[in-house]
């Protein structure tokens, strides 16, 4: 990647509870359109302090700063093509593009 745009990143977003108990709805700035609002498993998320995103949050009707998980997909002057945890692809600023706090991890039994 150009820039050392780490493919597997996270992006700047607002996060909030969306209808199902593991999962959060996030918005993120797009390039040239208007904010994408997607959701994701609880997983994918980091605080604006980098922790990752416990169950219980955020709050009820609470809206925080934090991050959501991305893979940059191509790179293009200022822009990255990321892929979003619903699957969604989107252009942003690459410049708000950071390494992803920790790696996503689920706790899956076998």
Not at 64 to 87: H, N, T, W, Y
Request: aromatic residues 8%.
């Amino acid at each position: 990647m150009k820039n050392s745009i780490p493919a597997l990143a996270a992006l700047p977003c607002r996060i909030s509870r969306s209808g199902f108990p593991d999962e959060r709805a996030f918005t993120v700035s797009q390039i040239g359109e208007a904010d994408h609002v997607g959701s994701g498993d609880v997983h994918y998320f980091w605080t604006a302090e980098s922790n990752p995103l416990t169950a219980t949050e955020p709050e009820n009707e609470q809206e925080i700063e934090g991050f959501v998980a991305a893979q940059v997909l191509k790179i293009e002057d200022s822009r990255a093509l990321v892929e979003v945890p619903d699957a969604k692809v989107i252009w942003v600023d690459a410049a708000k593009i950071v390494r992803r706090p920790t790696e996503v991890r689920f706790d899956v039994p076998v």
